[in-house]
């Protein structure tokens, strides 16, 4: 606590001294816009609609900064002017105007140093869209604004330049150091900030992109927005004739293939560790800007493994949860997966809760929320008594991934109920070659002399009822599924057509109950289903086996062609 009220004194002290900054004498060469926004996103920033952290504020004869914010997520995901890149692509007059008197009004009210937006992240966020906008908002001003802006930018520049170091590892510091190279890069008279800057992300991309092209959140969506911010930094450097370093360009090759691997059949990305799917567009836009695909795409990157068959895909978190600072905001989420065919989500884990209230965050975190076998009321990795901390992390204890005449095979066991049941997990997949069937068994073992003594001690306490336990499958909100008269099996359609079936074998009772799906960008979570598999481990090894398979009747190929709902507000 102590140290974040340093940090803050230390922020409002650096932007304080930077404006002593000389102003900026213009931009180099005419900015392109590179980040792309959501065009009915813009349309609802027009009418007043603004939706920014999963809150909704209404003011149509208002400026951005005038209202109440509704939390500090709102408040910061408005100061870093992401909302731009929607305006933007609305590109309306009304688009170009609203733009221009929001920016205006920030530096009218904050541009001299003040409020709560002057933080490392916060600010090489804002100076990136304020570079690749500059032509939508400098169109018409006049002299004394485009003064004011140029003047503007130069302070967050100097402000950057002095406390970029004072960024979080990770994403923001990435966001502060791109946006420190775009300054050096594109103002006239802020050259001197290049070179460090350039050096300085260079030395991130060693520390912070591992071999095998991962980050420590081991968060798909985080991932893509590093790899977003580093070929932006690339191309910048390459129009304006500066030598991009090599760990610069080694770090962009690493990172593609990964994504590639935690990108589903539909294109968009795997929702793990607080990660969603990704902004719209931009997972294409930063493979494309990676360069060429160099060799096949990585069964497993990230701690993560990949199963294709066809048209389907499945993702399965085959790692233990990140660990240190990246832990406080890591899920529960070993062996849980997600199924995609084709356009069409399948299975799924509920999301990220973040934008939705603390109890959602949390509880988006167990194990329960993620398509995994759970321990009733004991996640896999336990959170301490600090919500946000994990102190106890599922290990996994065997993974093998095998290519059988049958398809992929994947085999994973990890010591999450050990310690306080006796008991190892373990989850065994098949997909089959032409996607059409998935076979899974999952099972709770005591493997050794010490572990069967510590689950006799689970059944003595519990009265020889055993340790009750679930296998969830989280459907998406879209999957139409419907349970049979004998409940042995459910029927699941999807918009595309196709019908899935899921049967089970072993000792477990089947319920479809409802449950929640996360999405980023709405007001609240969209109702969807769960198939839950409930049973109790009575004995040293209890063994579950499911399918999920395509019925019969299903086309080996779908035209799929009905469009997807856009993102709504509700």
């Known amino acids: 606590m102590a140290q974040e009220r340093f940090g803050r004194l230390a922020d409002r002290l650096a932007a304080l001294a930077a404006r002593k900054a000389r102003p900026a004498g213009g931009f180099v060469s005419q900015p392109e816009p590179r980040s792309i926004g959501i065009y009915a ?97 400098l169109s018409g001003r006049n002299r004394a604004d485009t003064d004011a802006f140029y003047r503007a930018l130069a302070r967050q520049s100097a402000f950057l330049s002095r406390r970029w170091k004072a960024a979080a590892p990770g994403l923001p510091q990435f966001e502060a150091l791109t946006g420190l190279v775009y300054a050096g890069l594109s103002l006239i008279g802020m050259e001197r900030l290049t070179a460090p800057a350039t050096a ?54 690493r990172i593609a293939p990964t994504l590639r691997t935690l990108r589903h059949a539909d294109g968009e990305l795997a929702r793990f560790h607080g990660g969603g799917k990704g902004a719209e567009g931009r997972l294409d836009q930063a493979l494309a800007a990676a360069g060429a695909r160099l060799g096949a795409t990585p069964a497993v990157a990230m701690g993560f493994a990949r199963l294709s068959g066809r048209r389907t895909s499945v993702i399965v978190d085959a790692s233990s949860p990140p660990g240190g ?133 689970v059944m003595t306490t519990s009265a020889m009822e055993g340790a009750s336990f679930s296998i969830r499958f989280h459907l998406h909100p879209e999957v139409n599924a419907t349970l049979d008269m004998a409940e042995t099996a459910v029927s699941m359609g999807l918009r595309s057509g196709e019908i899935w079936v899921f049967r089970f074998t072993g000792p477990a009772s089947l319920t479809l109950e409802p449950s929640a799906y996360l999405e980023k960008g ?34 080996l190929a779908i035209r799929d062609l009905e469009s997807d709902d856009p993102a709504g507000q509700d």
């Open 522 to 555: 709405r007001l609240k979570p969209r109702s969807c289903t769960q198939i839950v598999l409930r049973s109790q481990a009575r004995g040293f090894e209890t063994r579950i086996g499911w399918t999920l398979a395509k019925a019969k009747d299903t086309p």
């Open 200 to 253: 300085a992300l260079a030395r991130a991309c060693e520390m912070e992109i591992d071999r095998e092209g991962g980050i420590a959140t081991r968060n798909p969506e985080e991932l893509l927005e590093v790899l977003t911010l580093l070929t932006w930094a690339a191309s910048a450097m390459t129009e304006a004739a500066h030598p991009v370093p090599a760990a610069l360009s080694s770090a962009i090759t």
């Open 41 to 137: 996103r813009g349309k609802q920033l027009v009418a007043g609609n603004i939706l920014l952290a999963g809150h909704l504020a209404e003011a149509p004869d208002q400026s951005l900064w005038g209202i109440t914010m509704p939390n500090l997520e709102f408040q910061m995901e408005a100061q870093g002017f992401v909302w731009l890149d929607d305006l933007a692509a609305f590109g309306t007059a009304a688009a170009r105007t609203r733009a221009q008197d929001w920016t205006w009004d920030w530096i009218a009210r904050y541009g001299n140093g003040r409020g709560p937006g002057w933080t490392p992240d916060l600010t090489g966020r804002r100076i990136i869209r304020w570079i690749h906008h500059a032509t939508l908002l």
């Open 325 to 457: 600072r990246a832990a406080l905001t890591a899920h529960a989420s070993t062996s849980a997966f997600e199924l995609t065919s084709g356009r069409r989500p399948l299975i799924v884990n509920c999301g990220s809760g973040t934008g939705f209230g603390p109890a959602w965050q949390q509880a988006a975190r167990a194990t329960q929320s993620h398509s995994a076998l759970c321990m009733d009321g004991v996640s896999s990795s336990r959170f301490g008594a600090r919500s946000d901390a994990m102190d106890q992390r599922a290990r996994i204890t065997t993974s093998r991934m095998t290519k059988g005449t049958e398809g992929a095979d994947l085999y994973l066991a990890h010591d999450g109920w050990l310690a306080s049941h006796g008991l190892t997990a373990s989850r065994s997949l098949t997909l089959a070659q032409d996607g059409r069937r998935l076979s899974g068994v999952d099972a709770l073992t005591a493997l050794t002399a010490e572990a069967r003594r510590r689950f006799e001690d």
